[in-house]
């Protein structure tokens, strides 16, 4: 009994300390000159230099798709998310636009802006103007948002739909109780109510509409092709539960997902119930792990080889090639998988 209350008052300690180490990251970040490079807190470096660099001697790859991970916190409660609120910091807009325009120097032509809930952030405002400039200024091929839908308003069509190419929506099952045992809800609002409504705004402001769904032990047994072909998304991205070290499993996890996993031949039998739906893009937890560019709120690329997500510098002190030989990145894998699709508006003639 001691030593499981001792085990949930450390647990406790160390989210208290990483949500000082994100306050203490944004003070810094508000104190120093942006032209100078500023080592941000919460780095962990699990190899030692020489080591790191060695095992990532080959040429840098290429920043084709990144996912920014810009915010990490989140309205919704998921049991199995990956990517915690374990700091509350956001990059000044300025400092973001800094770096994204240096991922358009290094190769980028697809951004995809996700979190946490990016539609927190100044009530989406913040994540507007990035999709603005990423499509205005940088004239990106693709830009995209992943988002629980929760908190996205027409008004934000109005203002900012022309400059956005993809909009997906997490859903995870289209049996509200479900939904509720997952953790994808808040309060009474019924989330597969509002992915309809969603669907709607992005046929009237020329959004392709995007769905991505967890497979987990509470929606494995589901069928979902009547729902799924309603909704004619261009894409039903169906990822398999994933555990991550410090994120949704371990000690220093804010998340307990093993409850969540699911089995290769559990995956597989439900990708097979639903072979026939065109648009299903399957994403095993071998695919995944090492197949994604993610950067983190300080703008680091994240490591998710061994498990847990390792950061490399930030791209805003060392650069784009020089961060991202430490991501783990598997180029071959990202191609394999179809990473690289038809990702813009303009070219997926879309009968809007």
């Known amino acids: 009994m001691q030593l499981a209350l001792l085990t949930r008052l450390l647990s406790v300690g160390r989210a208290v300390l990483a949500a000082l180490r994100g306050r203490l990251g944004a003070l810094c970040w508000s104190l120093a000159p942006l032209s100078l490079p500023l080592p941000l807190p ?34 919704y409660k998921c049991g199995f998310c990956f990517h915690t609120a374990k700091t509350s910091f956001v990059l000044p807009l300025e400092e973001a636009k800094r770096g994204l325009a240096m991922l358009k120097e290094g190769g980028m032509e697809k951004i995809n802006f996700s979190g946490g809930e990016p539609f927190l952030q100044d009530r989406g405002e913040f994540v507007g103007k990035l999709v603005q400039f990423c499509k205005q200024e940088l004239e990106l091929p693709s830009v995209s948002i992943v988002s629980n839908g929760s908190l996205i308003r027409k008004q934000w069509f109005q203002k900012y739909g022309e400059y956005l190419d993809i909009l997906a929506i997490s859903c995870d099952s289209f049996d509200e109780d479900v939904n509720v045992l997952i953790g994808r809800h808040q309060g009474k609002k019924n989330h597969v109510e509002n992915l309809h409504k969603l669907r709607q705004w992005c046929r009237e402001y020329a959004v392709a509409f995007k769905i991505n769904s967890v497979i987990n032990r509470f929606n494995v047994e589901e069928d979902m092709n009547e729902q799924i072909k309603a909704l004619n998304p261009v894409r039903w991205k169906v990822f398999q539960c994933l555990l991550i070290e410090g994120e949704n499993s371990g000690e220093d996890a804010l998340r307990e997902a093993e409850k969540f996993v699911i089995s290769d031949e559990d995956f597989d039998r439900f990708l097979d119930r639903h072979k026939d739906i065109s648009c299903l893009v399957p994403e095993s937890n071998q695919k995944m792990r090492d197949s994604y560019l993610i950067l983190d709120e300080y703008m680091r690329f994240l490591n998710c ?18 961060a991202i030989k430490f991501s783990g990145f598997d180029e071959k894998m990202f191609l394999k998988r179809g990473g690289k699709y038809v990702w813009s508006k303009a070219d997926m003639k879309l009968d809007w």
């Open 42 to 75: 919460g780095w962990r470096d699990s190899a030692p230099r020489p080591q790191r660099e060695q095992e990532w001697d080959d040429a840098a790859p290429t920043p084709t798709s990144v996912n920014y991970h810009f915010t990490r916190q989140c309205n």
């Open 305 to 322: 080889r061994n498990g847990r997500k390792e950061p490399s510098k930030s791209i805003l002190d060392v650069g784009v090639e020089e």
